[in-house]
């Protein structure tokens, strides 16, 4: 079971975004909110009995990522280290899938379900990217609907948000995901 040692609230472009700790990794990201008393709010329920402080250098580190990645999507995450401790082994592998994705990059529901083995697994990859706890860094946002459709989407100001997020990134919105490897699995 993770060991939460601390969280910290800051301040991006989208809003006021928290972040947790622990020695075996990040615990859990939150997405901005629109203040910080509903981010801090937020964070307190979602990490029962454990203090606001400043975090330690390689947290802040992390904290520098998303701070760019929500401002000009240049953040890179993909070697954060995560604690996996409380995260089911389905929800790992689709998460994994995700942290592969770059910036301005997107998949769909359904691209990742096909890596995992099969299509019809596309509803339980939206089920476990909707309570992804480490977002940005597992970036749930670069994954759409099929065709492109904006959907899915459980962070503050829903798929707007994730519009936003995936325009920061100078990703391609249209039709079709810009599937960044379509044929490789």
């Avoid at 990201?29 to 203040?35: E, G, K, N, R, T």
């Avoid at 995700?98 to 359904?110: E, H, Q, V």
Wanted: aromatic content about 6%.
């Amino acid at each position: 079971m993770a060991q939460i040692q601390g969280f910290a609230l800051f301040d991006t472009t989208l809003g006021w975004a928290g972040i947790a700790w622990g020695e075996m990794g990040l615990a859990r990201v939150q997405l901005p909110d629109a203040s910080a008393a509903d981010t801090r709010a937020r964070m307190q329920r979602l990490c029962v009995g454990v203090a606001e402080r400043a975090p330690p250098p390689e947290v802040q580190a992390v904290v520098a990522g998303v701070t760019r990645l929500l401002a000009d999507g240049t953040g890179d995450l993909s070697r954060v280290r995560l604690d996996w401790s409380e995260v089911p082994d389905f929800h790992r592998r689709v998460y994994e899938i995700a942290l592969a994705i770059p910036p301005g990059r997107t998949l769909s529901y359904g691209d990742i379900a096909l890596r995992l083995g099969d299509v019809a697994l596309s509803r339980a990859v939206g089920q476990a990217l909707g309570r992804n706890p480490f977002a940005p860094v597992v970036p749930c946002h670069r994954v759409l609907g099929a065709g492109g459709k904006m959907t899915g989407f459980s962070a503050s100001g829903g798929v707007t948000t994730k519009q936003r997020m995936l325009l920061i990134e100078n990703a391609r919105l249209g039709s079709e995901p810009d599937l960044f490897d379509r044929w490789r699995c």
